[in-house]
Structures are given as C-alpha cells and as structure tokens.
C-alpha cells in the first residue's frame, strides 16, 4: 500500500507499506520532489560557476541548474537552466550520469552535464535569483574551491572533481 | 512567520514567510532531515565501500554513513556508523568538511570523513541493513566505480574523488 500523507507546490510525502530485508513488515516514508540538473559549462578553458545566497544555507558555489520542470528532459533542462543564470547557449554537450543527494529519503536525481565552445549571451535569472552572479574560474581554482568546502552542493562538488577524467 | 506543517519521524516540513532578493514577500517551504555522515574508511590501502539495496533507488555503492542521531556530534556519528556497518574502529580520523545535498529543499548537511590505520571487526548492521554487504577496493577503482556511475550518493562520490588531494 502507497498513500501521500503531505503534499505541497515543492513536494510530496509519500509512506509505503514494505516488508525489509530481514522479513518485518514496516512503513517507509519517503519525499518526491523534482530531478536536477547541474551543468559544468566552459567558456575557453575557464569553468562558469554561480555565487549566490541560498535562503537555508547562506552563500556558497554550484554549478548552473536547477529543476527538471514537468514534460522535459534532463538535457532541454540543462540548456534551459544554464541559458537562463549565465545566458551561455549553443556549444557541445555531454552527459556525465546522475548522482542521489539522499538516496534514504528520496530517489529524486541530479542530471549531469558538461557544455563546451558554448556562446555568451544575457542571463535572465528568474526574480527569487536577482542576487545570482556568474564567476568564471580555472579548472585548477574549481577544484580548489571545492576542496576549500565554498562549493556546497555535492553534486556540483562531485561533477567538478569528475572533470579531468570525464572530459578526458 | 515560521511553522511546521507536517511532520512524522523521519522528516519535518517547515512553511517560513520570506523576503525575496527582488524585494518580493512570499513564502519558502523546506525539509528538516537529520544531518548525516559518510566517511572514507582505509583498511591498509583498501577503502570501504557498502554494497547495498536501497528501498528509493535499488542496489548502489556509497561510503559507510547514515544520519547523525540527536545529542551526537558528526565524529561520534561516523565512529557509529562505520563501526555498526562494517565492524572498523580506532584509527585515525581527519574532517574533510561538509557538503549540502539539497541546498534549495534542506539545509541537512552531510560531515565528511576518513579514517586509517582502522583495526577489522564484527558489523553489527541494523536490522533494516540486513542485506548491507562491505567490499575493499583499491582506491583507483574506487574512482572508476564513481566514474562509471555505480557509486549513487552524491556525497559519498565526491569525497571518494577529492581523496587524493585531501589525503595529501
């Protein structure tokens, strides 16, 4: 058995019936919310990261990204996402996988991708992003950043580390 | 204004009434989950992987972690964890900071840890981790299997990649 026990614009609740490993029967409660994608976008050799305040975590560094909206594809997503915080477009992409920020609570994904020979153009940051702003920083110095803990987001965290050998 | 409007044992639902960067008043919903912990476990110059099925994603690898229980601090959280999954205490400890797996929907963080010169011993899994299996992997494959998309958790794989350097 499968209900939603809560459900707003930005999740929902969900609690199965399941039987565990070891055979007891139990419920497992667990959140729905939309897949993300995060883009590492290169501009010549510099990568383009967003700096920008989170409301529940402060100021830190990601990736370009954001929601998979409903009826697309995490690859029109990524395009989308980045055109809209940097205003890059065109260019070559790649996927690099998914990634599960909390594979416990929630099965939502992180899409992957990187952008390359991309074409600069005017952001347009939705009004909750009007503090967003662009950084472009070196392969090397991303690394840094990450490594230094001013990239919050693991995914974002994951995908840069990945970079050499991914793009490889 | 700030309240909770759901909540059960795994999660509490919070509705805050925000000021936007563009000035506008509206309101913010987000998820408080525990914070949790995966750590970066060597035994000699293997690292410790789980092997496990997971009820929201199916089978994935990640570092030994789960969440940090109230009145515990993360070390504590990931000697517990890692002793409980896999039986490996003592050692050496270092942090390696934290990342945000949600940074939009929670502000739950996950500690990152490593831990060498471990000394081997009985798991004691939680019933719900009975099918938990510990694999020892070289830490160039433990790199591939991130590349290569096996290793799900977003935190996991990037203090599995940022090793090398944050081990030096």
Known sequence: MARVVYANSRLRVHRDEVVRPDGQIGSYDWVDVPDQVRVAAFLGTDLVLIDQHHYLVGRTLQLPGGNVEQHEDAHTAAQRELWQETGCHG?????????VPLPGLS???VHLW???DLTPGNAEPEPSEADLRVVRVSLADAHVAVLD??????ASAALILALPRALA
Chains 1, 2 share one sequence.
């Open 149 to 154: 803990g001013r990239v919050g987001c693991a």
């Open 91 to 99: 260019g070559s992409w790649a996927s690099h996988g998914e990634l």
């Open 107 to 109: 099965p939502s994904k």
């Open 114 to 116: 990187s952008a390359s």
